[in-house]
């Protein structure tokens, strides 16, 4: 079973909705069997409403599920209202990326395309403050937990079981100078540190690397249970956008073995972050 709190809540809503569609009935007319609203049942299945244990007594009846399935939901339910160790930080992490990092932490594939900023998996403390700082809408404190987060985030790539990590970065996120040039030095030296850990592959989309899928950055998050489906993710000031369709997976899936393909060898890349180090030394 999945272990955030997140994808415990996700596994919950994909499990319902498949004894909905086994049924063959609508969500209307789930609920008008329940004396429910559709509106409810359609809550539930996109994880969007707070699931209550009675509530799955009522579906599992109404579907004629064995009390082991029942029991089984009735423990993701549960389990889904604990909260994360990110979401005591409060403000400082929006609710639409509190979603993603109970995702974030639970993905056994990770590939990500960074082509504005260095990935915040291997962001310093400096640069991520530095980046955070710039959110008119942050307060300070606000700012603080934030960075804290990102810091704290980063332990997923050293765990026993790190999810196998791959990052494409843009080369203009390597030479983008933010904060100052020392800052840089010790986000470049960052960044090549991360890149040596077992888990992770880092290649740099050079400013030479010719014609490539013009994307804008995204993840994509894969799950070690076959009955959690893979999905990406794109943010922005405000929100985020979640695709779960195979659809949008297949097309996301081939537009990063695209930028791989396009992209130097994780070998070629490093010496290249070593070339820009050096003239951030000068």
Known sequence: MAGSPTARRRRLSIELKKLRERSTLTCAQVGQALDWSGSKVNRMETGSGRVQPSDIDALCRFYGTSDDMREFLKSLARQAKVRGWWQVHGSGVPEWFNIYIGLEQDASTFRQYQCEVVPGLMQTLGYASELHTTCGHMTAA??????????????????????????????????????DRTLMREQLERILDTARMPSVTLQVLSFDSGTYPVTGSFT????????????????????????????????????????????????????LIESVLKEYAE
């Open 220 to 271: 994509m998050l894969g799950f070690p249970a076959p009955e959690d489906p893979d999905l990406v993710y794109r943010d922005g000031i405000t929100d985020a956008v979640y695709l779960e369709g195979e659809h949008h997976v297949r097309e996301y899936t081939r537009a990063f073995d695209g930028l791989r393909a396009a992209a130097l060898s994780p070998r070629r890349s490093t010496h």
């Open 142 to 179: 606000d700012v603080e937990r934030a960075v804290r987060v990102r810091m704290e985030r980063q332990a997923m790539l050293s765990r026993p079981d790190a999810p196998e990590s791959w990052f494409i970065v843009h080369e203009g996120a390597l030479r983008n100078v933010i904060g």
